[in-house]
């Protein structure tokens, strides 16, 4: 697998097209919450009070409030000029000041009255009698025009503003860059400085295959008239196929370094967002400048977050905003030439789930398969990984690379990372082999739990981990035992772990049925020691059932069945309600062989057993007395014969002792057979 460099290269030191980038500028709704914002407006507001209240003078007459019965009377002696009435309030003029009451002395002539609700409706009588000029206004709520025009848009500017904060922080919590909700149209991918190499194809080993097609593209993006001369184009489109922890990023990551052309990178899920039609803008938009800065390369990481087939869920149509983003990468990936010096990769893991329309010539032209390394690979891997640790001198990195059959590049540098953190909490000046043995242990068998077993729970691990161990080493075809131990890790009470002497390509029939009697060997122990059966054999059962069912109908190797592949992969990525391949018939032809290979499995596991039980008590009594047993002690507890192994593979030397052991360990991993690593663990679960 890969490695190397920097996890993620750093973005440049300019700004990116998209508005993104280290060191940019806040997003949309920044400016509400800077406190110089608040600041200025409450200036502005003091201001206004200021100007109004002090330094402009009131132009308002003085008024003063009269009783209804005193406007009357001044209304008969005719004081009154004029009235205007609004609603029940009547405002007038005097000609002459009137207080009150008698006693009052008053210089104002502005007055105003309220009309009681029994007041007759003789006034305008009056009025007209003494000659006294009549407004009308209409009546109002008595608030302000402030206060009215706050009312009538506040709802609506707080609405707006919400909006603009949420879009603002949804921009930031996503990288968008500024623009809040002015930029969400724009793509969010970064912009990897050409000259500013970070991770190259020198940081890149195990996947040499995958490398060398790569190594073409960089090469006409530098040089494309060589190609060109000929008549030749380049892919649109690459697909980098793998499982996870292969190194497809790292090998995009390689490509940026190496092809010293603008490298846009982004995850296919940063196109989605909750507003209907943003996914496709920023398709649009990501395309756009990549023309404008060809030749160039665009990287979408996990393409099937937004490639899956159309149909394959529950969107409506074409109103589903993943589809729409779908198939506007469809139309962009039409829509350019490839003499424009534009490519596209793309990484996925679930290349059976992408829609045809993806995978056709004229777009994703060309798929790279990116496989787990073989041993070589895995060196060259450790070699990678180890380039800044001090190792100690007894540390054998091709023997090392010998005992991880089926780990990828990030379990690789997960072990070379656990073997130096173990190595500074015991103090060491360099990590030694024994920190590489038990960080592949933590790694591969899972985490030591400091549990209290009762003496019988004890003893029953012991024979059950020493049945398969025992198996292991009787058993031609079988794996070599590397480690066996009734230590707790994670939900096991005990574990055997064992890897092939070398990576294995193809598994015959023989070797199947070795891994269905071996994983049988604890509960077959068990039953010949205490006559009973527990429920330790969990995961050993789903092991069983699962390689003697993949035989009958994946690998033809039942003889009734015949040499038919009745398995459901490669079944369409659209679910379908038809009916299975085969007649009920059939089907119980395939339990029945199932159910005879995993007896004639488990007959000869008891036989075995029967035949060495002295040697089955023997290493069951040095588990008890020892805990962990390594390949060695084993060899010589039982008295067996060590299995052919190249000259060039070193095994692991013993683990620590318990004390040194960490005290946490991640989960473990169980029952590889496609990749040939294997580590057994029994539940303690029913």
Not at 64 to 81: C, D, E, H
Request: with cysteine; charged share 20%.
């Amino acid at each position: 697998m890969v490695n190397g460099g920097p996890d993620r290269p750093t973005a440049p030191n300019r700004t990116p097209p998209q508005g993104r980038g280290p060191g940019g500028t806040g997003t949309g709704g920044s400016n509400l919450r800077s406190p110089w914002f608040w600041v200025t407006v409450g200036v502005l507001l003091l201001l206004n009070l200021l100007i109004a209240n002090v330094l402009v003078p009131s132009s308002t007459k003085p008024s003063v409030t009269v009783p209804y019965s005193t406007f009357l009377a001044q209304v008969r002696k005719g004081n009154v000029v004029s009235v205007t009435t609004t609603g029940d309030t009547i405002a007038g003029v005097f000609r002459h000041p009137a207080g009150a009451t008698p006693t009052a002395k008053t210089t104002a002539t502005d007055f105003t009255t309220q009309v009681p609700s029994f007041a007759g409706g003789q006034l305008m009588t009056v009025l007209e009698q003494h000659g006294v000029t009549v407004q009308a206004k209409p009546a109002t709520s008595g608030t302000s025009p402030i206060l009215d025009a706050l009312f009538s848009f506040g709802p609506t500017l707080l609405l707006v503003l919400a909006f603009l904060w949420i879009t603002g922080r949804a921009a930031s919590m996503s990288g968008g860059g500024s623009g809040g909700v002015f930029g969400l149209g724009r793509s969010r991918a970064r912009l990897y400085d050409p000259e500013r190499v970070g991770t190259t194809f020198q940081d890149v080993a195990g996947i040499e295959e995958a490398k060398e097609e790569l190594e073409e593209i960089v090469d006409f993006l530098r040089a494309p008239l060589r190609y060109q001369r000929l008549g030749g184009t380049v892919p649109k489109g690459v697909l980098l196929v793998g499982l996870p922890g292969t190194g497809k990023t790292l090998l995009a990551r390689a490509v940026a370094g190496e092809a010293k052309v603008p490298f846009f990178s982004l995850s296919a899920s940063e196109f989605i967002e909750m507003i209907v039609g943003v996914g496709a803008a920023r398709v649009r938009d990501l395309f756009a400048k990549a023309r404008q800065a060809a030749p160039a390369i665009i990287f979408i990481d996990e393409l099937d977050a937004i490639g899956r087939a159309r149909g394959a869920g529950a969107s409506l149509g074409g109103h589903d905003e993943r589809e729409q983003t779908l198939n506007q990468i469809l139309t962009e990936m039409d829509g350019f030439d490839s003499r424009e010096g534009v490519i596209v990769l793309a990484a996925t893991n679930r290349a059976d789930v992408l829609d045809p329309a993806l995978l056709r010539p004229g777009r994703f032209d060309r798929r790279v398969m990116v496989q787990p390394p073989d041993r070589q690979g895995r060196a060259a891997i450790l070699r990678i990984h180890t380039r800044g640790v001090p190792l100690d001198r007894d540390v054998d990195l091709d023997g090392l690379a010998s005992q991880t059959p089926g780990l990828v590049g990030a379990e690789l540098r997960n072990v070379v990372n656990e073997a130096a953190l173990l190595a500074a909490r015991r103090d060491r000046q360099a990590v030694a082999m024994a920190d590489f043995g038990d960080a592949l242990e933590k790694v591969l068998l899972g985490a030591e739990r400091h549990i209290v077993l009762s003496p019988s729970d004890r003893e029953r691990t012991a024979y059950h981990e020493s049945g398969h161990a025992l198996l292991g080493l009787l058993i031609p075809e079988a794996d070599p035992v590397r480690k066996v131990s009734i230590i707790p890790r994670g939900r096991a009470l005990g574990a055997t772990f064992q890897s092939p002497i070398d990576d294995r390509l193809n598994y015959p029939e023989t070797y199947l049925r070795a891994r269905i009697v071996g994983a049988l060997g604890g509960r077959a122990a068990e039953f010949m020691i205490y006559g009973v059966v527990t429920t330790g054999a969990e995961n050993d059962l789903l092991q069983v059932t699962r390689i003697a069912h993949e035989m009958v109908v994946r690998w033809g190797m039942s003889p009734v069945v015949g040499p038919l592949n009745l398995s459901d992969e490669g079944e369409p990525a659209v679910p379908t309600f038809r009916e299975r391949a085969f007649s009920e018939a059939t089907a119980e032809r395939i339990d029945a062989e199932v159910r005879r290979i995993v007896d004639e499995c488990f007959a000869r596991a008891q036989e075995l057993l029967a035949t060495h039980r002295d040697q089955l008590e023997a290493l069951a009594r040095a588990l008890l007395r020892e805990e962990s047993l390594d390949e060695a002690q084993i060899l010589e507890v039982t008295g067996l014969p060590a299995k052919a192994a190249p000259a060039a593979v070193a095994h692991l030397p013993a683990p620590a002792s318990a004390s040194e052991r960490p005290e946490a360990l991640p989960a473990p991993v169980v029952g590889r057979l496609a990749s040939g690593a294997r580590a057994r663990s029994e539940s303690s679960d029913p």
